[in-house]
């Protein structure tokens, strides 16, 4: 059974709000005591929050369906409707949130962060919320509106300041169960850590955590033998650690051809990473890295570390043999990258808690635009279609309420200066929602146009 998981697929569906009450108020001795119609509630919404207890996406593997609960109808006497649940959901500190075409909504880092994922409709107002000096007894209420939903992709990125890398059965797993108290799956065979392992490391009075990344093999960076998988949790590292195996009993393999090969696949998947989502600690090639020679306390090991040492520092890289085993070396590699954490987190800039991506409208767009195709003209308007969601077509008083609100929003008007001529079609909305009404011009707008009690004919369903 898997108990540990790092990218899903999220269905989830925010609640449809209440719809509003059309009542009056009745009375012994007082037949007319004006309208009394609550407010739908509203409906509950899909939240996403950090939690620090949590480490896996693993909940929505088995259950990648949520639905928040529905808002109430109003009521007469002005009770307003319930509003509906909150589905509340939890996710490991590091998770970014895309939609399925790989637009990145959301990146959650750091404990309390909140994302609304899908939100809630909002109630219908009732009669009484409708009422003016125009309109004092309205006989009807608005709807409630559908929730917001959609399918969202969920990966977690591993959140630590020390990433080691390298190829599988190189000792990464030995190297962070000896520098910490994790307790990572050791076997001597490929492949045996198949998620990322987290340790807390203390070093000179200091705390730093450091990840076991699965090993990488030639290809990786195209997906070969889950390459995605595991490279994704490198990203969010500062420091770099190449654990190279010094006693490889592959005789196709060397220290040095080792790290060619990882850093080649480092610099193939970087160039896949847009420009915008590199983080906070710039690009992959770019980060501090040291090199750790692992099994030295093998004498092939100590000799073979002895015979590539020189080139690596040539390179300009800082060297470290060590021993898993024996423990040898490792004082000095942990006060190494305790030097290098604690630098880059004085560089780095401060930290924002939210790192939610907005995508605010335009101060300046237009409320609507007006287009002709197929014989008809189409309005474009997501307060429009809002209007339309909110309408009862059953109820003559409220589509003349509706036609009295396209007016105001100047519909009217700019069909006139579109040339539109009197039955012409009109379509507000896509698809099944959408309403056609054949257009007939006034000269000016108002409830006074719309028949008894605002009621219209020029609309249907």
């Known amino acids: ?232 949790h490198i990203e969010r590292c500062a420091v770099l650690v190449h654990v190279l195996d010094c006693a490889t009993l592959e005789s196709d393999r060397d220290p040095i051809s080792d790290l060619d090969t990882i850093e080649a696949e480092l610099a193939a998947y970087e160039a896949k990473i847009p420009d915008d989502q590199h983080g906070e600690y710039g690009k992959l090639t770019e980060r501090p890295r040291l090199v750790v020679l692992n099994k030295t306390d093998i004498p092939e090991g100590k000799d073979l570390a002895d015979l590539v040492r020189a080139e690596l520092e040539g390179r300009g890289l800082r060297v470290f043999e060590v021993s898993a085993v024996s423990h040898a070396g490792l004082k000095e590699l942990g006060y190494a990258l305790t030097e290098i954490v604690e630098q880059s987190r004085a560089e780095r800039p401060e930290v924002v808690e939210e790192r939610i991506i907005l995508r605010p409208k335009a101060v300046n767009e237009a409320s609507f635009t007006l287009r002709f195709e197929d014989e008809h003209y189409v309005v474009i308007s997501s307060k429009a279609e809002r209007w339309i969601k909110q309408t009862d077509f059953q109820n003559d008083e409220a589509v003349g309420y509706l036609a009295e609100r396209l007016y105001k929003l100047g519909v009217e008007q700019a069909l006139l200066e579109a040339g539109a001529h009197e039955g012409d079609e009109v379509v507000i909305g896509d698809g099944d929602d959408a309403v056609i009404f054949d257009w007939r011009p006034t000269l000016s707008g108002g409830a006074e146009h719309l028949g008894p009690r605002g009621s219209d004919d020029r609309l249907y369903g």
């Open 1 to 232: 059974m898997a108990s540990f998981v790092d990218r899903v697929v999220l269905s989830v569906a925010a609640g449809k709000g209440g719809h509003g009450c059309a009542s009056v108020h009745r009375e012994k001795f007082k037949p007319l005591g004006g309208p009394d119609g609550g407010n739908g509630g509203r409906g509950g919404d899909v939240i996403l929050v950090v939690d620090a207890d949590t480490t896996s996406l693993l909940d929505f593997h088995f259950s990648p369906h949520r639905t928040a609960g529905n808002g109430k109808p109003g009521a007469g006497a002005h009770r307003q409707g319930s509003n509906g649940a909150d589905v509340v959901l939890s996710v490991p500190s590091g998770t970014v949130v895309k939609t399925r075409d790989g637009e990145q909504v959301a990146d959650l880092v750091g404990a309390g962060t909140k994302l609304v994922l899908a939100q809630g409709g909002v109630g219908g107002l009732g009669n009484a919320a409708l009422a003016s000096t125009k309109r004092k007894a309205p006989g009807f209420a608005l709807l409630g509106e559908e929730g917001e939903n959609g399918e969202y992709v969920l990966e977690l990125k591993s959140v630590a300041d020390v990433a080691l890398i390298g190829y599988p059965s190189a000792g990464k797993s030995s190297l962070i169960a000896a520098m910490s108290a994790a307790k990572p799956k050791i076997a001597d065979y490929p492949f045996t850590t198949l998620v990322p392992n987290l340790g807390v490391v203390q070093s000179a009075g200091h705390v730093f955590t450091i990840a076991d990344v699965p090993g990488l093999i030639p290809g990786a960076s195209e997906g070969k033998g889950l390459g995605h998988e595991f490279l994704r």
